[in-house]
């Protein structure tokens, strides 16, 4: 039973930015689909009384305290932009997303 | 994106035909020292970049850690909001790409928020009550900041490209979301505008931000719906993003009212919708919605663990919690014996701090309020400003009060001492030493004054000699002119009485 389809591959490449050819659409929902109905598994042992976990370890409540640490040089951070002007990252232009 | 001009409904013709629901989201930076996830320090107005780490640039193979401080902030919020707070509670990813957020992603909270089911109790203008209820609270972290560079306007319509500062990043944030707002009718927009108002007071009074409007500590996106009657389902709303004064919000609630009516009236549907807010024709105009702007894909943030905060904490906050701001109010206006509606008066024109630190610096209540409420007040008002942007303090208005107590001015004085003090002339006592402004109490002086007056006018002197004390008063206000007011009235009346009958 197929529970992906070829277009809700399409779609969550598309959210992914990822840019996929039709030949690798086709493999993906396939490959995908298996991937998906392993993990459905899970949903057979795991009965309702059982908590859903988010992280293997079972610690709560890991804080740090709110004292400063030195932060990184500027100039070695920018040295590694792809390009960089007036101390900013300088990124292309933002296509109409905002306004 | 659109710029089309709708013909706005009278806004009292809209409200005669709708019932207008509202939402408000709160949000507020925290004041702590480090940002959200990481020790980079949190602060305002460095150079660009300065204040980053490899987690708050989302750099691969970073870990962020929780910041403590800001997750008791967070509970202090939603104490003080009346919330219940979670036994425990996840962190989220939302994931987008936008270049302000350096991660792909934003880590907030989803389906567990730190606090929620809570209510905050809202005093409008006229006092009138209006309960506001609280739907979450919840942690998160700010996003960079972008500079659009090219185009005409700064704007990013026609910008080439992009500058990206990331001090911000990860600045902790905690968002406030209401319940749909009904039943405030035509009053809407004010109790819009009082909500935010009420939080930003509560953040102060927590110690949990500075709060600061017009720096972005608090920001606010409205949401609006139109129904036919109270009794009808909810209609469909826009969310008016990044109101951040008091004012805007009220006027972007107002705004959206009429348009909504418009639309409504023109047989048009209102189209769920991001909306942006335009401070300098106070309009809204549709943001471009995305088709997938809305999917997040939201799942547990793998790198933190889950939040349990210990019951004893929480209850050793609440113990902490200060003196929240409405029931300052109704402390200090009994400790003054203000009326309610001076009361009301006195909160509305952001007095409250000031007229207690004049308090505090020995003036009685109703003399500190006479000051700010009366001279000051219409300063400010001629000056355009707050009344605390005022360049006087408490302390001056209160030595300028003690000068008036010891008899050393009177009140014409005073009104002059105090024009010295705002015009930048130093404080009370040096203002009436430059000007010569005391009271004259040497009797030597006055009996001069008094005697050149009755010189002048014998009539009138021989009038009062023989008993007819009706025009003493030319007398004494001859005396007051000759002494440029400095002389108190009581006791030159005195002094012209011993005089005539000698």
New interface residues.
Partial sequence: MSTLSRDEVARVAGLARIDLTPAELDRLAGELDVIVESVARVSEIATPDVPATSHPLPLTNVFRADVPEPPVDRDAVLAAAPAAQDGKFLVPQILGEDA | ?SHAVVDLVDYDDAIARFDPVIGIEVHVELG???KMFD????GFGE????????VS?GLPGSLP???????EYAIRIGLALNCSIAQ?C?FARK?Y???DVPKNFQTSQYDEPIAYDGHVDVELEDGTVFRVEVERAHMEEDAGK????GGSTG???G????????NRAGIPLVEIVTRPITGAGERAPEVARAYVQTLRDLFRALEVSEARMERGNVRADVNVSLRPTPQSPLGTRTETKNVNSFRSVERAVRHEISRQAAVLDAGGAVVQETR?WHEDTGTT?S??V?S??E?Y?YF???D???????RAWVEEIRAALPELPAARRRRLQGEWGFADAEMRDVVNAGAIELIEATVAAGAAPAAARKWWMGELARTAKEREVELAELPITPTQIGALQALVDAGRINDKLARQVLEGVLAGEGDPEQVVVARGLEVVSDDGPLLEAIDAALAAQPDIAEKIRSGNLGPVGAIIGAVMKATRGQADAGRVRELVLERVSS
């Fill in positions: 994106m702590t020292r480090t020790a980079a320090p949190a150079e660009p970049n300065t204040s980053v780490t490899p640039l850690v929780v910041n403590g401080t800001a997750v425990t996840r994931n790409f936008y270049p972008n500079t659009h560079v704007r990013i319509h910008a080439e490209y992009s500058l990206v500062d990331y942006h105009t943001g471009r995305k997938d702007a999917d894909r547990p943030e793998p933190l663990v889950p939040i349990a905060p210990d």
